[in-house]
Antibody
Framework: EVQLLESGGGFVQPGGSLRLSCAAS????????MNWVRQAPGKGLEWVAGIRGRDDTTYYADSVKGRFTISRDNSKNTLYLQMNSLRAEDTALYSC?????????????????WGQGTMVTVSS | EIVLTQSPGTLSLSPGEGVTLSCMASQSVSSSYLAWYQHKPGQAPRLLIY???SRATGIPDRFSGSGSGTDFTLTINRLEPEDFAVYYCQQYITSPQTFGQGTKLEIK
């Protein structure tokens, strides 16, 4: 069964840091691009960051560029999101999501598998 | 950044009815790069449609997508009780990938 399991969320003060993890199973992790998507309380979905499966190229939303870093360890089938300089507006449920297709060279992909998410609360 | 605007914000319908949801893009999106998701409280979002009109694995044929350029629609025929949820469109032709603000389908 294809599965994604996030961990690492919690309560942090403004300016603090957290590292989220997403453990993948049931598919060839290294072949697929992966993404982080967040949902603030009462709000809609917001794509945060993505990393290609082909060459590990990374992409970020403007709201997190320079503060968040997405990375992956294919030997551990794990995706990461390092979050620094956290702000109150980063408070959200963070979910990882798998690209539906692999090996593409143009555009990106829809997300066919999502995790349940891990909650991040930034507050003083 | 491509902005996606979904309408209406909320719809109140009864099981058995049909519905069409709209997603309008601020600039042209190749039809190959538009998706629809269903999201229920406490659950992970579920991919329904990719490439504007292709159903994802296991999605019933009462769900269908269409559109091109800047105007896209998701049609649900004969609503089932489990279809009441929030629906999001997403463009993935360019970064940042963006979602619409969502349309909530609620039971009348």
């Amino acid at each position: 069964e294809v599965q994604l399991l996030e961990s690492g969320g919690g309560f942090v003060q403004p300016g603090g840091s957290l590292r989220l993890s997403c453990a993948a199973s049931g598919f060839t992790f290294s072949s697929y691009g992966m993404n982080w998507v967040r949902q603030a309380p009462g709000k809609g979905l917001e794509w945060v960051a993505g990393i290609r499966g082909r060459d590990d190229t990374t992409y970020y939303a403007d709201s997190v560029k320079g503060r968040f870093t997405i990375s992956r360890d294919n030997s551990k089938n794990t995706l990461y999101l390092q979050m620094n300089s956290l702000r109150a507006e980063d408070t959200a449920l963070y979910s990882c999501a798998k690209d539906r297709r692999s090996g593409y060279t143009y555009g990106f992909s829809a997300f066919d598998i999502w995790g349940q998410g891990t909650m991040v609360t930034v507050s003083s | 950044e491509i902005v996606l605007t979904q309408s209406p914000g909320t719809l109140s319908l009864s099981p058995g009815e049909g519905v069409t949801l709209s997603c309008m893009a601020s600039q042209s999106v190749s039809s190959s790069y538009l998706a629809w998701y269903q999201h229920k409280p406490g659950q992970a979002p579920r991919l329904l449609i990719y490439g504007a009109s292709s159903r994802a694995t296991g999605i019933p044929d009462r769900f269908s997508g269409s559109g091109s350029g800047t105007d896209f629609t998701l049609t649900i025929n004969r609503l089932e009780p489990e279809d009441f949820a929030v629906y999001y469109c997403q463009q993935y032709i360019t970064s940042p990938q963006t979602f619409g603000q969502g349309t909530k389908l609620e039971i009348k």
